[in-house]
């Protein structure tokens, strides 16, 4: 039982990293109706700017909180202005040809972005001392003590937090109003006046900020990163978008939490070599059954 | 009745198919211009040279404001709406079908809201001066709901309502920004009698309240001679005849356009 509980809130933490990533997937599929394969690497570079600015900072000496603030919004900052420029670049000149070539293009800049941190970093794994240690800890008397760190506490509140501010953004602003508008049908939401390109860029734009949130935990949490960590932790907030029903914002967080306790309880129980095999075996599953994942709407044609 | 719209010798051409034969045509303000013809006379066509969908092979569009003139050729995509301030439907219902009655009003003000709302930023933080402003968008699409009489649908999702009532909807979505045109694309197709009387009275409330010029598109002629100030018959791509409701019921071009020549 203490055992479970333990699993419970490390599968929790993991889910809220890629139910960050995933927000980005689901947005960017919602309104352009693309994978963004680059998104995993965008996740990849808010590591990388999160730990050098960790690393800057740590040198100041200023307390940790202010730190924490600092480079969160410096690591949402920077990379923001990567997710921009790979949509201007790769994307928008590909908008209105045939439907496969942003997803070759995203593939292709997902290369670019992995090669370019390569070359400009090192290929050598990054360590980073833990900066938020201790926590709590429960069922003293067992043999089993179950401990919450301060630092999963930590992630499960930031995430919770921008969960809500973004789904707030979506529902209630005028912002996500022309964005959903922009989901349903693009031509018309030009022609009331709206400019779609530039409500594209916004999507990116939150997308790329909330990937490197979680890129930011990434490094607090595991301590190491390296210029590859896009690419897996991207597969599978991408899988996750999947399960919980690409294009549904809701989805997506459900989708990430499920394939964050899906891993740690495989890792927990079975084996912990097989660990992403669990997942995609999941994914499997379950679009046999749900073909639109579970929250997702599935496509009625009109006749 | 000053002219509000100039169209000059415009020309469209796909390959080797004129659409477009050097039409010329002025609609006024506060004034119901219809632009009929038998299929494939190229009325749509007019539109999408109008709206910067096409760019026209020859000829010019000029949209008249108080003392100057801009040239439509120079707007596409979103800037057809928020700079020249032409709005349109299309032949097929347009509407944002998952979004509420209220909000598909809501998004054709987005631009005022934006600037606001500090792009967001405001509203993230809900300041008084944002609440404000979206206090006055919601005010104006409750006055347009009044109008169409669906203020009871409003929070109701927008693809729900019966077909009627979304052409009336999509007709004040565009009133929401505020036209100074507003290209109608068969507004009546597909209403019964009773919904088409009332889109002749909506029609008639913009053109006299609003001040707006309409251009309409129309094969339901009970609508077209019942609320045109003035009519343009097009037949592949030439102007056949252009006058009045009455003169174009009696002319003989018009009439043989549509029903062929006795011989």
């Not at chain 1, 003590?145 to 209630?172: A, D, E, R």
């Not at chain 1, 949490?221 to 932790?233: C, M, P, R």
């Not at chain 1, 669990?278 to 044609?301: Q, R, Y």
């Not at chain 2, 299929?39 to 026209?56: E, H, R, S």
Request: charged fraction near 15%; aromatic fraction near 10%.
């Amino acid at each position: 039982m203490e055992y479970f509980i333990q699993q419970l809130v490390n599968g929790i933490t993991l889910g809220s990293i890629y139910g960050l990533i995933a927000i980005g997937y689901t947005m960017v599929y919602g309104i352009i109706g693309m994978i963004n394969f680059a998104h995993g690497d965008i996740f990849m570079i808010g590591a990388f700017v999160a730990l050098i600015s960790f690393i800057i900072f740590g040198l100041t000496g200023v307390a940790l909180p202010i730190i924490l603030l600092l480079v969160l919004l410096i690591a949402m900052f920077f990379t923001a202005c990567y997710g921009w420029t790979v949509e201007k670049l790769a994307y928008k000149p590909l908008r209105g040809s045939f439907r496969l070539a942003p997803l070759i293009s995203a593939l292709g800049m997902s290369i670019v972005l992995q090669n370019y941190v390569q070359v400009a970093q090192g290929a050598r794994v990054k360590p980073m001392q833990p900066l938020i240690s201790g926590g709590l800890e429960f069922f003293k008397n067992s043999e089993f003590i179950v401990t919450v760190s301060y630092l999963q506490i930590f992630i499960v509140i930031l995430t919770i937090i921008l969960m809500g501010i973004f789904t707030y953004l979506i529902t209630k602003t005028d912002l996500g109003r022309a964005q959903r508008a922009c989901e349903q049908d693009r031509t018309m939401t030009a022609l009331l006046g709206i400019n779609v390109d530039r409500t594209i860029s916004i999507t990116f734009i939150i997308g790329s900020s909330l990937a490197s949130v979680a890129g930011m935990m990434f490094v607090l949490y595991y301590g190491v990163i390296d210029f590859y960590i896009g690419f897996l932790a991207g597969i599978k907030a991408f899988t996750a978008a999947v399960l919980g029903g690409i294009g549904s914002l809701p989805g997506a967080m459900l989708g990430g939490l499920l394939i964050g306790l899906i891993e740690t309880f495989w890792a927990g129980y079975v084996s912990l070599e097989y660990k992403d095999v669990a997942a995609f075996s999941v994914l499997i599953v379950v679009l046999i059954f749900f073909p639109t994942g579970f929250l997702g709407k599935p496509d009625i044609e009109k006749v | 009745m000053s002219n509000l719209l100039s169209v000059e010798n415009l020309t469209m051409k796909f390959g080797g198919l004129t659409a477009i034969d050097d039409l010329s045509f002025d609609a006024k303000n506060n004034q119901i211009t219809s632009i009929i013809g038998p299929n494939g006379a190229g009325k749509t066509t007019v539109f999408n040279c109008l709206t910067g969908f096409y760019k026209p092979t020859n000829g010019q569009m000029f949209l008249h404001k108080e003392d100057s003139k801009i040239s439509l050729r120079k707007y596409t995509d979103f800037k057809i709406a928020y700079v020249a301030k032409v709005a349109r439907t299309f032949q097929n219902i347009r509407l944002f079908p998952a979004m509420s009655v209220l909000e598909n009003l809501l998004v054709a003000q987005h631009n005022e809201l934006m600037v606001a709302s500090g792009y967001s930023l405001f509203g993230l933080l809900n300041l008084k001066t944002y609440r404000d402003k979206e206090q006055l968008a919601v005010d104006k699409a409750k006055y347009w709901l009044d109008i169409i009489g669906l203020t009871h649908r409003a929070d109701d999702n927008a693809g729900d309502l019966p077909y009627g009532d979304q052409r009336k909807l999509e007709i004040v979505r565009a009133m929401c920004i505020e036209p100074r045109l507003l290209c109608l694309d068969e507004p009546a197709a597909g209403l019964n009698p009773k919904e088409s009387a009332e889109l002749n009275k909506l029609l008639k409330f913009i053109k006299t309240e609003k001040q707006t010029g309409i251009l309409l598109i129309e094969h339901d002629m009970s609508v077209v001679m019942g609320i045109s100030d003035h009519v343009v018959v097009l037949n592949y791509g030439k102007k056949i005849f252009e006058g009045t409701a009455d003169q174009t019921k009696n002319s003989k071009e018009v009439i043989e356009a549509y029903l062929g020549v006795d011989e």
